[in-house]
């Protein structure tokens, strides 16, 4: 059994000084987001076992911040390969990871994290808003099996939701 966890990064901050989407920081808001999915995995002891990110600087931070939050342990991949990638480019990465890992958790985008949830669960229409997080589980040993229509969906939640339900994993 594999898990793959999406993580879209957190809400950014449109009116900070950076010269390239690339560069973008998080918002406050994003920050406390980034920190409260950190510890819902935590709280439902779900640690990733890998870690792939985007290299922007908003994906790197949500995943610090989630890591920091969460006391996770895993270390963490920083790769262009998430920014702006298509829904190709994200399964190589998936399929490249060591097969000891159980657990990968990608820090991305939309709108390819709404597509890739859907296309590995064989269709399906998601919105992903800022921070959401998906579990996708594959019936496999290996990571290089894992492709699309071969997933499904365990849970998918947003810190709204969280928010509603009074969590905040203190």
Not at 116 to 121: D, E, K, Q, R, Y
């Amino acid at each position: 059994m594999k898990s793959v966890f999406l993580l879209r990064h957190a809400k950014s901050d449109w009116d900070a000084d950076y010269e390239r989407d690339h560069e973008r920081p998080l918002s406050a808001r994003g920050r406390a987001a980034a920190a409260l999915m950190g510890r819902y995995l935590a709280v439902m002891q779900q640690e990733p076992d890998r870690i792939a990110s985007s290299s922007a600087v908003r994906a790197r931070d949500t995943v610090a911040r989630a890591i920091s939050a969460g006391a996770w342990s895993a270390d963490v991949e920083v790769t262009p390969a998430l920014y702006e990638a298509s829904l190709e480019q994200v399964l190589e990465v998936i399929q490249a990871q060591d097969a000891s890992a159980g657990s990968l958790l990608l820090a991305g985008h939309e709108p390819t994290w709404s597509a890739m949830a859907g296309v590995l669960i064989g269709g399906a229409s998601f919105k992903f808003p800022t921070a959401a997080l998906a579990r996708i589980d594959f019936d496999v040993d290996g990571w290089d099996r894992v492709g699309f229509g071969r997933g499904y969906l365990v849970w998918f939640v947003t810190p709204k939701l969280l928010a509603r339900t009074g969590f905040t994993g203190d």
